[in-house]
């Protein structure tokens, strides 16, 4: 499995707010809880800060409207004939509710400012969390996620977040405040009314509900045939030249028509209900309006409720005043659906478990004392010792690292169910190269996998320096192993850090020492900045070989006392890689070292050459004695010798 | 970039210019509602009047039913435009990438052009659906409200043009300035994402060099970068609201005292002066709304002039005026070719090279990493021109010909094999439309790949995942190769496309050629001298150069280059993958 390990597709980040479909979620109400929890934790007081300016901005908008809907009557209109008017109550009426106003845009501004710091701080705190749980996970969490689906947590999932946090709650909270207190005005005014009011909400929810569902069943739709276009075009683009060298032009360009017709109808019909949703929601407060309106007319006049025209003024200003904030309140219900689902994904991250490390046995610094014992230093001597403490009878004790590896009766699968390898025994000296032949799938990356722990073994032991690695502070144990990986990765940055991600304080001149033992200083030199180029992209404007060849002077500079190879020459020439093998053997000496290679001169002078086939050792020996023996390597080799 | 774009909306046109009309039609409704619902107190329930409610009331259910109707028009011819829209932005795109040269190709790079087709198009379209819908709505619905302040007292409407003039001055800076940080912002963004998603994709990397702590570091430092300058640039923002409100309220408070004044006066009446307060809300609003979409636009542009540099660009190679559609045989000429990537700068990759290759030859090409060898094959089917010199095919200049003719005849393995999404059958087809099972079975035994194709579960109609994931490497190699000999083509070109395959049955296809296609060219890329020595001639590259060209014996006798690479591989270089 980990050999055929293919690079993702990664899908990269879908259109923004595009997720229309309302997906199942189990227990939204502790997601809810948990999600606030998050933004509460850190942000309590410019919480209660928040709700009070919301509440306040409310206040002092009810004051406006009140003094509005009095202009006339309280104010104006007994002034209306008088010939010495007095202005007095009027100016101060306005300086009243010029107050208020100031209060209100007081409050809007503190809320919007605060709403900012509580939003992106949550967003970074969020992203730091996600991101430092992310790199406790296994190898296995990634080996069994899409790259793509990890990395839209990082970019969709928490972006519908931000939003929820920072615009649906306010609105959530800002509309609730105001129908309650509408609600509460129109009962207090007249109960038959509100009844019918309350009907119409419940139409208008209805007609949100009927829609929204039409409208997420498309908006699904859309989402389906916007994968499959981006499939398509995926594909083709990665596959543009072979297009081109096939003259395959009009066959690639009507299967993308199809898709893309295909796309614009769901995308439309999508797009057609989200946007009718709107109107037909003000229509119909529009309508319950009028009944309203008409209802309370008849009441009024017939004199049943005790309902007066005064009142219903005032209960039809009211009525307009509710659709509205349900209206509000009914769109903000769909993307805090979506930040839940969002939430949702963000939190399995978190709950995943972390690697487990039960070691105990740790690195350190060493110094031999003058009985030749080892001791601990707190300073780098460049002699590393394995301190194991052993709990029967309380004693420490050292033990000078080396480098012996030892494969005891190995089986190991990635499930329980099916083993990969089985019963691997080896032995690694210090100062020997072992080198794994075999085809692919055989199990030879996966054995290397084994030595550092990215996986667990099921059954047998595997021992460094005579210590059982389950025993190893996992970090620790990876910090004695220097790996050249198949598939070379390089990160954004200088070529100078990027040799250095080997050794943290390596200095310049380090720095440069292993570039040259890797033959890699060559071509640094040659780019347009030297060591200080900066590479982007995973490395993209080097070649393949030149990638491989920072990432060995990346594995050179960590000096460890065990090496691993996994293919780590495979594309560079074959002259070069003379050149690189003879650092490499200088670099190695008296050190352990393993390789994995598909090139016999890459393997051939290895002290112990162990043939793989579907996970079983089935030969092992000096290339002479593999010769001899006239096995499966010799079938090999010899099938080369035929061609010749 | 403007007509570029909208050269792209096409049958869309009617649509994109329905879809305004519809939204004015809807803010006149949205006009004429609070002035019936005003009708309803003022007149009807203030004056008890039953008959007037009803009247009004129906008036309002018809208006609400138009408002209604026009929405929902705007609504669905909105939807209708913007993804018409869309998709021959698509679509356009797609036709003009398929005629890009591989030049035009290296430019975008493939994630290049996969966003473009993707993300940015879907910011086009909501982008485009926000202007069809908004921006014609929202100054439309601003000028009426303020002809109508002007109508009823031109005093006091003066209030709202200045309001407005400093409104707009005092948005302008803020969104001018808040674009600024934005832009800033966004690239931040994207170069945490991809720390991220380098992050994700180099785990192995991470977790073997113990860098968690520093890769956390690293992330944190990151990410509250962009943490202040997001909050910095929504701090710009946030005047937004609060700079609004108090100019409704200023607003307000100014034209209730005036107007109290003008109404004892007898220059204005209470109900004009009700309506001019209804006003001030709708003018801000509406001004506000076009701060918003502005800052949208400015957002958008982006994508927009990311898409328009594949819609204009040109491809470099061109067919002639009258193209020659034959190729004679399989001999190739290279007179004095000098070759670079971008003209004109730097040095050449390929310098002076002569060649004179026989139809029906076997050539083997060798040279170290980066010594021009996939350069020079590139340039025979004319994937890219040369830079000086001139390159025969057939006995023609390669410039000659009908592109698609040579290419036809010219048949290459690329380095980066791709399979596409389909059964065995259908890659196979791809180098021959029309091929019967029997001959996609005859070029697969040629390429060794019939023996494996046999054992898999459903043999030829097996589904070839995308990116050829379920086959390995050596056999998705062979299978590119059966696929290029469907051709049948004068020349075969084979750039490293046996890397993945194993010695023995790398030279049972070498085999298979010299026997079954003897009349073609053949034109061999390797690391193996295995796989080029028994070649009629041997080209040795370096630098750009070519350093030897003859016979195995000719160059171990006298090619210094050669002799060191056989020797560093002889007594075998077998592989032991598949």
Request: aromatic letters at 8%.
């Amino acid at each position: 499995m980990a050999e055929e390990r293919k690079p993702k597709v990664n899908q990269g980040p879908g259109p923004r707010g595009m997720r229309g479909s309302r997906p199942k979620i189990e227990n939204p109400g502790r997601l809810l809880k948990r999600m606030l929890g998050y933004t509460f934790k850190d942000y309590a007081i410019q919480w209660v800060v928040v709700v009070i300016c919301i509440f306040t901005t409310v206040l002092c908008t009810l004051q406006g409207t009140l003094f509005i809907g009095t202009l006339i009557d309280d104010y104006i209109v007994p002034m209306l004939g008088n010939q010495n008017p007095d202005f007095s109550p009027l100016a101060w009426a306005i300086a009243r509710v010029a107050c208020f106003y100031g209060l209100g845009v007081a409050a809007s501004f503190t809320q919007s400012r605060l709403m900012i710091v509580i939003a992106q701080g949550t967003m970074k705190h969020l992203r730091d969390d996600l991101f430092e749980k992310m790199e406790t996970l296994p190898i296995k969490y990634f080996d069994t996620h899409a790259h793509g689906d990890i990395m839209s947590l990082y970019t969709n999932d928490i972006d519908t977040m931000r939003q929820m946090i920072s615009q649906s709650i306010p609105q959530f909270l800002n509309s609730g405040i105001t129908v309650v207190s509408t609600l509460v005005s129109m009962i207090v005014l007249d109960i038959p009314l509100t009844v019918i009011t309350l009907l119409m909400v419940a139409v208008m929810i209805l007609a949100a509900k009927k829609i929204g569902s039409q409208s997420s069943r498309f908006f699904l739709a859309q989402q389906k045939d916007l994968g499959k276009l981006n499939g398509c075009i995926e594909e083709t683009m990665t596959g543009q030249k072979v297009v081109k060298v096939f003259c395959h032009e009009e066959e690639s360009l009507a299967q993308f028509n199809e898709l893309n017709d295909q796309l614009c109808d769901s995308a439309y019909r999508a797009n057609k209900f989200a946007n009718i949703m709107g109107p037909v929601n003000a229509q119909l407060g529009n309508l319950s309006y009028v009944i309203c309106a008409v209802s309370g007319g008849i009441l009024a006049i017939t004199g049943v409720s005790g309902l007066t025209l005064g009142n219903l003024a005032s209960f039809l200003t009211l009525n307009k005043s509710f659709s509205m904030p349900i209206n509000q309140i009914s769109m903000q219900f769909n993307s805090i659906i979506m930040a839940l689902a969002g939430a949702d994904r963000i939190f399995k991250l978190m709950d995943e478990t972390p690697e487990v490390d039960d070691g105990y046995v740790e690195l350190v610094n060493a110094v031999r004392n003058d009985r030749g014992k080892l001791e601990e230093s707190t300073e780098r001597t460049g002699l590393w010792a394995w301190k194991h403490y052993h709990k029967a009878d309380d004693t420490t004790t050292y033990q000078e690292l080396r480098g012996d590896v030892v494969f005891d009766h190995v089986d190991f699968g990635y499930t329980d169910e099916k083993m990969i390898l089985h019963d691997i025994v080896l032995y690694a000296k210090p100062g020997q190269k072992i080198a794994f032949v075999g085809a692919t799938g055989a199990g030879k990356t996966t054995i290397t996998n084994l030595i550092n722990r990215f996986y667990d073994i099921q059954d047998g032991k595997i021992r460094y320096d005579g210590i059982n690695v389950n025993k190893i502070k996992k970090n620790d144990l990876r910090r004695s192993l220097g790996i050249v990986l198949q598939d070379t990765h390089l990160f954004t940055g200088t070529v100078m850090e990027n040799i250095r991600y080997g050794k943290l304080d390596a200095t310049n001149e380090e720095v440069v020492r292993a570039a040259m033992l890797a033959n890699a200083d060559g071509f640094i030199r040659r780019l347009p900045d030297g060591y200080n180029t900066m590479l982007r992209g995973d490395g993209a404007n080097l070649s393949q070989g030149q990638r491989q060849l920072l990432a060995i002077a990346r594995a050179a500079i960590a000096d460890p006392p065990v090496l691993i190879l996994d293919e780590a020459t495979s594309s560079i020439d074959t002259r070069t890689e003379k050149l690189v093998q003879r650092g490499m053997d200088a670099l190695m000496k008296g050190r352990t070292n393993f390789v994995i290679a598909h090139r016999l001169s890459t393997v051939k002078n290895s002290d112990c050459i162990i043939v793989l086939e579907q996970g079983r050792i089935i030969e092992r020996g000096t290339h002479d004695q593999l010769i001899e023996q006239k096995g499966k390597y010799y079938q090999l080799y010899t099938g080369n010798a035929m061609a010749q | 970039m403007l007509k570029t774009l909208g050269a792209q909306i096409k049958e869309f046109k009617a649509a994109s210019a329905v879809t305004p009309v519809f939204m004015i039609a809807e803010v006149v409704m949205e006009m004429i509602i609070p002035l019936l619902m005003a009708s309803i107190i003022d007149d009807g329930v203030n004056k008890g009047d039953m008959k007037h409610i009803y009247l009004v009331g129906a008036l309002m259910i018809l208006a609400a039913i138009l408002s209604l109707s026009f929405g929902i028009g705007g609504g669905v011819f909105g939807a209708k435009a913007s993804t018409g829209f869309a998709r021959n932005l698509r679509k356009s795109m797609y036709e003009n990438i398929q005629t890009f040269s591989f030049a035009n190709i290296d430019k975008f790079s493939t994630s290049g052009l996969v966003t473009r087709l993707t993300t940015d198009v879907t910011n086009m379209q909501n982008a485009y659906q926000m202007i069809l819908r908004m921006a014609m709505r929202a100054p439309f619905s601003l000028i009426i409200a303020m002809c109508m302040s002007f109508y009823i007292s031109p005093r006091l409407a003066s209030i709202y043009l200045i309001a407005v003039v400093i409104l707009a001055c005092i948005l302008g800076v803020i969104v001018t300035n808040a674009t600024k940080h934005f832009t800033q912002a966004f690239p931040k963004y994207d170069d945490l994402n991809e720390s991220v998603q380098e992050n994700v994709s180099a785990i192995r990397v991470v977790k073997a060099y113990v860098r968690e702590d520093h890769e956390n570091k690293k992330f944190k430092r990151a990410s509250e970068n962009l943490y202040k300058i997001f909050c910095k640039a929504e701090g710009i923002v946030a005047w937004n609201a609060p700079v609004m409100n108090f100019t409704v309220y200023t607003c307000i408070i100014l034209i209730s005292w005036i107007g109290a004044h003008l109404v004892v006066q007898n220059e204005l009446t209470t109900g004009q002066l009700m309506s001019l307060l209804t006003y001030c809300m709708n003018i801000l609003m509406n001004l506000m709304m076009l701060s918003m979409i502005f800052v949208m636009i400015t957002m958008s542009s982006a994508s927009a002039k990311r898409i328009c540099e594949v819609l204009t660009e040109k491809p470099d190679l061109a067919d002639p005026a009258d193209p020659v559609h034959e190729v004679r045989d399989g001999s190739i000429r290279f007179e004095n070719v000098s070759f670079s990537y971008k003209k004109g700068a730097g040095d050449p990759v390929l310098k002076n090279i002569d060649l004179d290759i026989r139809s029906g030859e076997t050539i083997g090409i060798i040279g170290g990493t980066g010594s021009a060898k996939s350069s020079l094959v590139n340039l025979v089917s004319r994937l890219y021109d040369v830079t000086e010199g001139r390159l025969l095919v057939g006995g023609v200049d390669v410039r000659d010909y009908d592109m698609e003719a040579l290419r036809n005849q010219v048949a290459v393995v690329l380095q980066n094999n791709v399979l596409f999404s389909g059964t065995i059958l259908e890659n196979l087809r791809w180098g021959d439309k029309e091929a019967t099972e029997e001959a996609c079975r005859h070029a697969c035994e040629l390429a060794c790949a019939d023996e494996f194709i046999q054992r898999m579960p459903e043999g030829y109609n097996t589904f070839i995942e995308q990116g050829g994931t379920n086959v390995s490497g050596g056999q998705k190699q062979r299978l590119c190769i059966a696929r290029a000999l469907l051709k049948k083509p004068r020349i075969l070109i084979l750039d490293d496309s046996t890397s993945a395959v194993d010695t023995a049955t790398d030279a049972k296809i070498r085999k298979a050629f010299a026997e079954e296609i003897p009349g073609t060219t053949k034109l061999i890329i390797a690391q193996r001298v295995s796989s080029v020595e028994h070649a009629d001639r041997i080209i040795v590259m370096n630098e750009g150069q070519v350093d030897g060209f003859g016979t195995h014996e000719e160059l171990l006798a006298n090619n210094e280059i050669y002799r060191d690479v056989y020797e560093s591989q002889t007594s075998g270089s077998g592989d032991f993958d598949e």
